[in-house]
Every structure is written in C-alpha cells, then in structure tokens.
C-alpha cells in the first residue's frame, strides 16, 4: 500500500433484525464519499438476528471514521467490531511437544499469509525452543504442574500484558486454560483440537475413534472458553478411514486435517471474518 492509499476499515455488526439494514449501511458508507469494496451478511432466521461484514475505503483517512461508524450502527440497534485500518495484530503461539501445527503457522506467516506479527512463543516444555530461537521467535518456557498452574498462568498473563499481545494461538498445546486465565487475558485464544468435535473431547481422540471404528476422522479450531473444548467452532474438516488404517495411520492423516483447520481458522480471524454470537459463529466469505 503507498502512501496516499487509504487502508479499508472492516465491520462486523449484529443486531435484531429489521427493514432496510443493508440500504442504510450502504448509503451512510456512500453519503461519506466511501467505496464499498466487499459485503456480505446472513438472517439467522430462528432468531430473526441481522449478521454483516462490510469492508469499504474511506474518501480520505480520517480518525473519527471508526468512531462515526461505530456511533451509527449502534443508532441502527446493531452491535458493531470496527477493525484498526492496516492493523497488525500481536500474536503469542502456546506449545508442548507436538510441532506440526507450530511449524506450519509459523512457516504460512513467514510466507505473508497471516497480517499479524508473532512476538512470542510459549511452552510448558522446552523441545520447541531450538526450533522457535531458528525462526528469530523470542522463546518463554514456563513449566506447568497442577500444583503450579495458578503460577504458571500468572506468569504467562504477565507475559501476554507486557508484550501486549492480541491473540493465543492453542498450537497443541496440550493443557487446559483455566477460566481465571481466560478472563484475565480478555482476547479471543484459538486452539485446535485433534478431533471433529463434540466427538471424543478431551485426550487421545484417535485412539478413541480408532476403537469404535468410525470412518471418518477430523480436526476442530474452536475459540476456547473455560469449558474443555466446547468453545465458538470456527472451523472443521475431516478424513475417510477404514478398518485397515491402524492407530498412526489416523494420527498422520489427523496432523494434516490440523495444520490446515488451524491454518485457516487462523486466517478468518486475522481477516475478521468471524463473528461469535452464543456458542457459534457467523464465518463470512
């Protein structure tokens, strides 16, 4: 983007539905001297709740454009996110041992496909250390035991403050983040977990699929909350397997499903593209 480009600003809104919402979004946008560049919405119609992604140029940069935005939807009877224009989001990846999904995120946004900068590494182990110090990404061990992880998650909310960051990502990080840490961090956590959920929650889903000899397997990236994976589902995928395909072979086949149910969960976030209402979201194209 040059100089004299103005970034686009990105809403999501949602509110109780009524005439003419998409017409008076547009024309506010159009009044102002704005080009809308792509929109999109849903009727949730068992609810009658009104859904909208808008992204537009404003006529020039203007500081309050986020503010008169905001200002108008709320008028609307909506509830509005207005996204920074050209934002670069602050993100922490959470590690154990498991590295694929790790080293895929962090290769995706070496390669540019994630608009947001990654200032930190966080692990329970040290393992991925090496691996994260070869990518210039700072690395935090910080053990957790149940006896120490009201500690441990002090530490890590200390962290998170310091280096203000925007959004956790759950690469495998295979421990359970306590409600008193999501409340204190305050910003969305993706994790993605090694099953189509809410099949075989919890620990070794591929053992548990493999013993009731389901045909399909799957991956879940799903914003987390304090209940253990049954949080806001972003996103799913899944794979074919049949009574020939023993235990690794549905652990191999469901490390793929995860680098790329997390990959794009990832991505849809960044873009803002998802919008949480209740236990489920509204994924825009």
């Known amino acids: 983007m040059s100089a004299t480009e103005v970034a686009p600003h990105i809403c999501l809104l949602h509110g109780p539905d009524q005439p003419g919402l998409v017409a008076k979004v547009s024309n506010w946008i159009f009044e102002r001297g704005g080009n809308i560049l792509h929109a999109d919405q849903h009727r949730d119609v068992e609810q009658g709740i009104f859904f909208q992604r808008v992204e537009w140029i404003p006529a020039s940069e203007s500081a309050d454009e986020q503010t008169a935005f905001k200002r108008f939807a709320t008028e609307l009877g909506m509830n509005p996110e207005v996204s920074a224009p050209g934002a670069r989001p602050k993100v922490a990846i959470f590690v154990s041992k498991a590295d694929h999904c790790f080293h895929d995120i962090v ?39 149940a006896a120490t992880k009201v500690e441990a998650e002090t530490a890590q909310l200390k962290l998170l403050a310091e280096l203000d960051v925007d959004l956790v990502i759950m690469a495998r990080y295979m421990q359970v983040l306590s409600d008193r840490f999501l409340d204190g961090f305050g910003k969305p956590v993706i994790n993605i977990h090694h099953s189509f959920l809410p099949a075989f929650a919890g620990g070794r889903p591929y053992h548990q699929a493999h013993t009731r000899g389901v045909k399909l397997i799957g991956a879940t990236a799903h914003y987390a909350t304090a209940v253990l994976d049954d949080g806001p589902i972003i996103q799913q995928d899944v794979a074919r397997v049949t009574h020939r395909h023993e235990v690794n072979d549905l652990i191999r086949k469901g490390r793929d499903l995860e680098k790329l149910v997390l990959a794009q969960a990832v991505r849809w976030h960044l873009e803002h593209r998802v919008l949480v209402y209740g236990n489920k979201t509204v994924v825009f194209d």
């Open 107 to 145: 290769l995706r946004w070496k390669a540019g496909e994630f608009a947001c900068d990654i200032v930190a590494v966080v692990s329970n182990h040290r393992v991925m250390e090496e691996a994260a110090r070869n990518y210039g990404l700072p690395f935090h061990h910080i053990p957790v035991s």
